[in-house]
């Protein structure tokens, strides 16, 4: 499962089954129906039903990653990489680092509100009103009780996101460790999320909670954009070549394969394809394969003559670029790329399907800014 872009109406669906477990975990402790019949009616404590609900909405804010990588689905990364013509997107664990930042932000918000509401209409048939000056007591009356559970719920969904940044940030070259953090970060997260709800926010001292509340916030999403960041920077600077690749560590002598021997310092590839030119015909007469680039800094193509020997022949800007083409011609498929002000760019070679693929994902991304997934 990997977090690609979750889009607002998933983040608000899994915010209202949240809402949705803790009242009805709320509403089974005998909550709400102890004026009308004794708690042994139904075996719960009354007493103890504030405090469940917090911990609860507590501990599954905290799991915000987890949920959103289920809700975003499965993108079939095996089978993606088992065709070289697919448009290669950088490997990831939960592809967090490239869903968009204010989407990220958005969650912990959009659950935090939703949690809110399930507060509040569990609080308007509790048994136990609480206690004046405490959060569950002043939870309707006082707005700075609502305001330190928005705060605490947002900022249980930002350590959960930055926990994901430092996976992230090691995955590609040290899975074990970045597995390690994501289980170990939000298992313990969610367990202390959990059982300081549970324990000790019902009784809290409203403005006691409401500063901690507010600082919490402000540390966690702090911590989440500077991890994120920073592990943003560590997964481009992997992909992009910059680091050594992982079999020159074992030995010298290990040659870039292409297209990532043509790259620049610090760029990144988006998408290629390769035409595997089957005779002398292909790719302008001679018999050396051509690659279509499509990069974060430009669009080329490059002559392949061996691993480690890619030469660019041709290349554009990035803004120039206008769409993608596939056709045959004479049992011969030709792939190209189009663009506005210059003359497009084609290789042929390769197969039909690989070659309508590349062609789709090219115009898409010139119309939208993002390949498709």
């Not at 399930?118 to 002043?138: C, E, N």
């Not at 042929?348 to 070659?355: D, F, I, L, V, Y």
């Amino acid at each position: 499962m990997e977090l690609k872009n979750p889009t607002i109406g998933k983040i608000v669906v899994f915010g209202l089954l949240i809402a949705g477990i803790a009242l009805i975990a709320f509403t089974s402790t005998n909550a709400g129906v102890a004026s009308k019949h004794s708690p042994d009616d139904f075996g719960g404590d009354p007493y103890l039903a504030p405090s469940i609900i917090l911990g609860l909405l507590l501990a599954l804010n905290a799991v915000a990653i987890a949920a959103m990588a289920i809700a975003s689905g499965d993108d079939h990364p095996d089978r993606a990489e088992a065709d070289p013509h697919t448009p290669r997107q950088p490997k990831s664990i939960t592809r967090f680092v490239h869903a968009p930042l204010p989407r990220v932000l958005l969650v912990g918000p959009i659950w935090s509100v939703c949690s809110l509401v399930a507060l509040f209409i569990g609080h308007t048939y509790a048994a136990d009103p609480g206690m004046p000056g405490t959060v569950w007591g002043d939870l309707i009356g006082n707005p700075l009780s609502a305001l330190s559970i928005v705060f605490l719920c947002c900022a249980t969904a930002n350590m959960s996101f930055a926990w994901s940044s430092l996976a992230e940030a090691f995955y590609q070259d040290h899975r074990r460790v970045s597995l390690t953090i994501l289980t170990c970060g939000l298992g313990l997260g969610c367990l202390t999320a959990g059982l300081f709800g549970f324990f000790g926010l019902a009784a809290l001292p409203t403005v006691i909670a409401f500063l901690l509340g507010l600082i919490c916030l402000i540390l966690s999403t702090a911590l989440l954009i500077l991890l994120r960041w920073w592990a943003i920077r560590r997964v481009d600077r992997y992909d992009s070549g910059e680091r050594q690749p992982a079999g020159s560590r074992r030995g010298f002598g290990r040659t870039r394969q292409p297209p990532e021997d043509a790259l620049q310092p610090g760029e990144r590839v988006l998408t290629s394809y390769l035409g595997e030119a089957p005779n002398a015909r292909a790719n302008g007469g001679t018999a050396d394969p051509q690659m279509l680039v499509l990069t974060d800094r430009r669009i080329f193509r490059a002559s392949v003559l061996a691993p480690g020997r890619t030469f660019v022949l041709e290349q554009a800007e990035p803004g120039q670029l206008n769409g993608g083409a596939s056709e045959l011609h004479t049992d011969l498929v030709v792939t190209t790329v189009l663009f506005n002000g210059r003359q497009p760019m084609s290789v042929m070679g390769g197969t039909a399907e690989a070659s309508g693929r590349f062609a789709e994902a090219v115009t898409i991304l010139a119309r939208t800014g993002r390949l498709p997934h």
